[in-house]
């Protein structure tokens, strides 16, 4: 609330990337300023699929930090199911510890050892972000996916690199994210908090080869046609044009 009068005082246009609850904040905080709805662009060409050595078993993988809106306890419950029909199932999570709220940090270490998942839990910190594709390629080759359970996300970018690198994602259908996932189509959704219909769809996306395949190209697709540099760039343009 504090930047609102400086906003109104200096900003000649808002931009967001098509996020519903950041619109809706745009509207109610600044009806008079010029509001602007794009998606952000993602260079799929640079970040990309790399070829690797296939993984022995299918890994579900996270990211993000270890609090409460990027949901990890809902993230472990649904690799502790998924660890029954696919017990050789791995759990990678990326996160950066020093960003990690302490007391989120020691309740995780006590689900970890209540659920029996440290055995199949592997954390990875602070991995760079280029090294990022070759670890989503692998998730992808593994019959993996990645699971992003945030109960509220805005321009998804981990959603996007892990669709570039031919990795299906499996995600809350939560604001900025239903932009680039849509069920069936070009990832999985399910409804937060259901972790028995996060398994089924999981599930399928790994046992069904013909669907995986279909959401793993039409998710690379999207990427190159609604979120390219060129269109983004027009779409800027047109922006300051109108302004």
């Known amino acids: 609330m504090d930047a ?5 005082a200096y900003a000649d246009g ?8 950041i619109a ?3 509207q109610e905080l600044f009806p008079h300023i010029p509001q602007f709805h794009f998606p952000n662009c993602f260079d799929s060409k ?3 699929y790399r070829y690797g050595a296939v993984p022995d078993h299918p890994i579900i993988a996270w990211l993000g930090r270890m609090e409460d809106n990027k949901n990890w306890r809902e993230f472990l419950h649904i690799g502790y199911q998924l660890s029954y029909y696919v017990p050789t199932i791995e759990l990678w999570m990326f996160e950066d510890p020093n960003l990690a709220d302490p007391a989120e940090r020691q309740q995780f270490e006590l689900m970890v050892d209540n659920l029996n998942l440290r055995s199949r839990l592997t954390l990875r910190s602070n ?6 594709q070759y670890f989503y390629s692998m998730i992808g080759d593994s019959g993996g996916f990645m699971c992003s359970t945030s ?4 321009g998804p970018l981990s959603v996007l690199e892990a669709m570039s690198c031919l990795c299906p994602v499996l995600a809350t259908h939560s604001d900025g994210v239903a932009l680039c996932i849509r069920h069936n189509e070009t990832g999985k959704n399910y409804a937060l ?5 996060a398994v089924q769809e999981g599930l399928e ?8 395949e279909s959401i793993r190209l039409n998710a690379l697709r999207l990427l190159q046609t609604e979120f390219n540099p060129h269109l983004y760039c027009l779409s800027f343009i047109g922006m300051l044009n109108q302004l």
């Open 46 to 48: 640079s970040f990309t």
């Open 193 to 197: 908090g259901n972790v028995a219909q």
């Open 151 to 154: 109960k509220v996300e805005g």
């Open 205 to 212: 996306l790994m046992q069904n080869g013909v669907l995986r």
């Open 24 to 26: 809706a904040i745009f």
């Open 4 to 8: 609102v009068p400086i906003v109104n």
């Open 14 to 21: 808002l931009l967001n990337p098509c996020t519903p609850h």
């Open 127 to 132: 991995v760079a972000n280029a090294q990022m």
